[in-house]
Nanobody, 127 residues
Framework: VQLQASGGGVAHAGDSLRLSCAAS????????IGWFRQAPGKEREGVAC????????YYADSVKGRLTISGDYVKVGVKLDIQNLQPEDAAVYYC?????????????????????WGQGTQVTVSS
């Protein structure tokens, strides 16, 4: 199983950025994919999650309205669009996969429930 995160880089505050998570070795429809981020000196936090089979999405309150998670059926994975980048968005972003049984995920941002993790992609926000 491999999750490959990409799309990070340096962007200005106010810009938009798209992160991608390409998945291989798993049947994506059996999983939910989450995006987590970790800034220096801070704990890792979950920001968005999607159950690929039915498209149900979950967002952290702190990012609701600026982040959009969606399935990427070309790359067989998931995209995360970040609009109106803010300095607090600067972090290493990770995608992760957890099994999905069709029921609402009450712990969408509990990292302990995720089985597979990709390497991170760095997002830097310049003012």
């Amino acid at each position: 199983v491999q999750l490959q995160a990409s799309g990070g880089g340096v962007a200005h505050a106010g810009d938009s950025l798209r992160l991608s998570c390409a998945a291989s070795g798993i049947l994506l429809t059996d999983y939910a994919i989450g995006w987590f981020r970790q800034a220096p000196g801070k704990e890792r936090e979950g920001v968005a999650c999607i159950s690929v089979s039915d498209g149900i999405t979950y967002y952290a309150d702190s990012v609701k309205g600026r982040l959009t998670i969606s399935g990427d059926y070309v790359k067989v994975g998931v995209k995360l669009d970040i609009q109106n980048l803010q300095p607090e968005d600067a972090a290493v972003y990770y995608c992760a996969a957890r099994t999905y049984d069709g029921r609402y995920i009450h712990t969408a941002f509990d990292s302990k429930d995720y089985t597979y993790w990709g390497q991170g992609t760095q997002v830097t926000v310049s003012s």
